[in-house]
Structure formats: C-alpha cells, structure tokens
C-alpha cells in the first residue's frame, strides 16, 4: 500500500502502537519500507517545544556495530631508484597472510620508476602497519633520524551495523534509515562535484550519477528572471521545489564528497567485496551488513594531527561521530498547526540532507517576503538545525564501535 505523503501527517495513513508511543506513517523508497512513528518532544529547547520528534521504527538492539581501518595509504622517498612492482613484490613477504597491498607513484602512477611511492596497504592492523614502515625503512635505507620518514597520506574508516538475525530485510532497512538520517556538513554541498549522490546499475554500479538535489530546470530559471532578490537565484527555487529531490535505490552506493578530494563519505548496503570491473565476491549471509565509511586524504589528516605514521596512534576516531557520521531526526509541526506537506515529500525523497537544503531556501524565501511586506509573521525560531534532533541513541552506539577502534590503535 502507499501512502500520500502530500497530505499533512495528521491524514497520512497511521495505526496505533501497543505501547501507547503515538502514530505511524510510513514512507516507502528504494524498494524499502521504513515505518515513523511520532513522539512529542522531549529535549530541552525551548524552540521545539509543542513538535513532534519522528522517530524510525527500527531497533538499535537488534543490530551490532563494529568499526574497522579498511586501508592505509603510506608515502615513502627511496635513496636508489626502483620500480613499484618490485616492491610490491617484495612488501608483499612482510605483511600479515591475506593482506592486500598496492604501490604506485607519488600520483598514483602504475608501473612507475622512480624514487618517490605511495602503498596502500588493506585491511591493516597496528602491528602490521608498524612492521611494514619498519621494513621499508631498512630495506630501501630511508631516513630515520627524525623518526618521519614514513608519512600517512590517505585512511579510510568504516563503520559496520549487522543485523543480529542476518536477514536481508533488517539490513536493507538500517541501510535505508543511514541514508535517511545521516547528516553531513554543509561543505560536501559547495562543490556540485561534491554533492550527495548515489550511483548505481543492475549488478554492479555504472556511473549512473543520481543526485539527491537536480540542477536547476527551466521553469527555477524563469521564477528567477522574475525575482527582484539576488538571493532568488536558480538554485534557490530549485532548493524549494520538492520535486527537484531524488530517491536512492537500496542496491546502490550513496556518496558525499568529491571523488579523490580532502573528503568522501559513502553508505552501502554491503553485498559483495573487492570489486574488480565487473567481478565482486560475494559476501556470505553473516558477513553482510550494512555501512558508512569515510575516506581522508593527507590533507584532511593534517587538520587531524596526523601526519606521520605514529601519530594514527592518537588519532581521535570517535571524534568522526559528530563529523561525517553523525545522525538526527527530524521535527514536525503538531497536529493542528499544519505539518509542511512537502517537508514531508523532500524527507521522503532525500532524508535530513535534502530538508537542509529546502530549509534553508524556505528561510531566506520569509525573510525576503517578510521584508516585501507579503507575509506578516516573523520568520520561524528554528533556524536550520531546529528541524531536526540528534538521533542521540545511534550516536552513541556508533561512538562506542569507534572507541573500541581507538583503544585498538592507540599507543
């Protein structure tokens, strides 16, 4: 059955909850259904009392997060001239079983020749990594007097949430209310190549580029011709339009952050592994799950404090929690007050990420016809961050994996 989300939630389609906790809605997307009931508010801002909070029918519970290092990127200048190859070849030895490593050219040239590489090495351990620096350090007679002759250029952290009964359909729902309910900063949205998107194809990904947000169509380009405000741009009728928001298929990956840039975050419903072309492995029914990592290039790690390979032993990864792995609700309008109907359509669409864009637009719109003198009331207290809440159970769950992280690396 779906449901009209254009209609106030009052007159959405609901029933009533054994444990008295209010209302259900439910939203459909990608193939997934993910049940919202309503709470009123519970916190202690002044400016959301009287909402309600909408909460995800999902149970933390019935779930197990585990946070792990999928890979580090190392950097290293050799006295002698060598060729990557060989010192794959040769790293390769020194690494524990089963690991994966990778050496190319200072800009990821394959086959190089030369003094300067970079080694990815996957899946590392503390005393793997440590082992490995050491190596190429006697190997290839680098330069320990300083103890920064191995520098840390790149690390991608992930954070993984299994469903306890290993089915499909609790899995695919977390993935869906990651994608929901995840909320980055407003920096992944300043470059259009930056923008929340996912990309997806039958199978295997084909570099279908789905953006959470269209560019501006003809009919946001005409309404801003017609504007007097310079605030009124194309992007910003495109902002309040609530059919310019995408869904995302669940069999895709959802990104944010340019590709190799200071930055990228991305959430899958984790399926398959070491994907080559059109080849994966395919996971067994206890290995899948679902998951959000981020990966950081050197840039980013020096903002961090991390620059040789020492310093991943005080590297603060719960710190990601409030970064790029951070989580909220949203807030409602009461009954009787008029719930935004197309709020709802944009969550529906895009989650938390695309109602910031559309809030934001929607607030620079009152001011602007306040101003005019068309509207009468002030602008709404909330501000942006006012329509949603931290989704304070998740946080913690996640902080507590990346902790057990930290205690592993740490010194």
Not at 170 to 184: C, G, I, Q
Not at 247 to 264: E, H, I, L, N
Request: charged fraction near 30%; aromatic fraction near 8%.
């Amino acid at each position: 059955m779906a449901f009209d989300l254009t209609a106030s939630i009052k007159e959405t389609a609901r029933k009533n909850r054994p444990n008295g906790k209010g209302k259900h809605t439910v939203l459909r997307d990608s193939g997934v259904t993910l049940n919202y009931y309503t709470l009123p508010y519970t916190g202690k801002r002044s400016i959301n009392k009287g909402r309600l909070e909408l909460w995800p029918d999902i149970h933390l519970e019935d779930y197990t997060f585990s946070a792990v290092v999928d890979w580090v990127r190392i950097s290293f200048d050799t006295t002698g001239f060598h060729q990557a190859v060989n010192i794959k070849r040769w790293a390769s030895t020194i690494v524990d079983r089963g690991q994966t490593l990778y050496v190319y050219g200072p800009n990821g040239e394959r086959g190089f020749k030369g003094h300067e590489f970079t080694l990815t090495l996957q899946d590392p351990t503390p005393d793997s990594l440590d082992r490995l620096c050491r190596a190429i350090e006697g190997k290839y007679e680098i330069d320990t007097a300083e103890r920064q002759a191995i520098r840390i250029d790149g690390i991608e952290v992930s954070l993984d949430i299994y469903p306890n009964n290993e089915t499909d359909e609790d899995r695919r729902k977390m993935t869906e209310a990651l994608r929901r309910h995840v909320v980055v900063p407003e920096m992944f949205w300043e470059d259009r190549l930056a923008h929340p998107r996912s990309t997806y194809g039958i199978g295997f990904e084909r570099n279908r580029r789905n953006p959470t947000v269209e560019d501006p169509k003809l009919q946001h380009k005409v309404l801003s011709r017609a504007a007097t405000h310079p605030a009124q741009t194309p992007a910003h009728f495109r902002d309040l339009d609530p059919d310019a928001y995408r869904q995302a298929p669940v069999d895709g990956t959802f990104y944010f952050g340019k590709r190799k840039g200071v930055a990228m975050v991305r959430i899958q419903d984790k399926v398959t592994n070491q994907r080559t072309g059109t080849w994966a492995r395919k996971l067994k029914q206890h290995e899948k799950r679902s998951r959000i990592e981020v990966t950081l290039d050197r840039f980013a790690l020096r903002g961090l404090k991390v620059e040789f390979e020492a310093d991943i032993r005080d590297l603060g990864f719960d710190h990601l929690v409030a970064g790029v792995f951070a989580t909220s609700m949203l807030t409602l309008a009461p009954d009787g007050e008029g719930a935004d109907s197309d709020e709802l359509r944009v969550f529906e669409k895009a989650g938390v990420l695309g109602l910031d864009r559309y809030q934001r637009a929607k607030r620079i719109q009152r001011k602007i016809e306040a101003r005019a003198g068309s509207r009468s009331e002030k602008p709404s207290p909330l501000h942006i961050t006012g329509h949603r809440i931290s989704w304070a159970a998740f946080r913690r769950r996640s902080r507590k994996a990346l902790k057990r992280l930290e205690k592993q690396w740490g010194g």
